[in-house]
């Protein structure tokens, strides 16, 4: 009859080598993560603006070409202020009409 026995020295060999492998897919599973999660931020679009403008609408006498004849003004000025925006930024525009009349205003 044939007795196996095993070598304690090679056990402890065998559990190195599993521990290895075993630190080594941890280290896989972590260095993945860690590329897809760099990749997800560094794709993601860059959280837009919020302008915000506050337009006093009045009637004022305004001086062209040596006349001076009431127009309507956006903060005392004709033409009135330049609006910075980028594509994805949200304006929020307050009009407050000081005018004697209703007014619209186009972009």
Known sequence: MLQLTTNPTSINV??????MAANQTIFVKLLVFLVYGFLWCSCQPAEAAIKKYQFDIQVANVSRLCHAKPMVTVNGRFPGPTIYAREGDRVQINVTNHAQYNMSIHW
Do not use: R, V
């Not at 065998?14 to 521990?19: A, E, Q, T, W």
């Open 14 to 19: 065998l559990s190195i080598f599993n521990s």
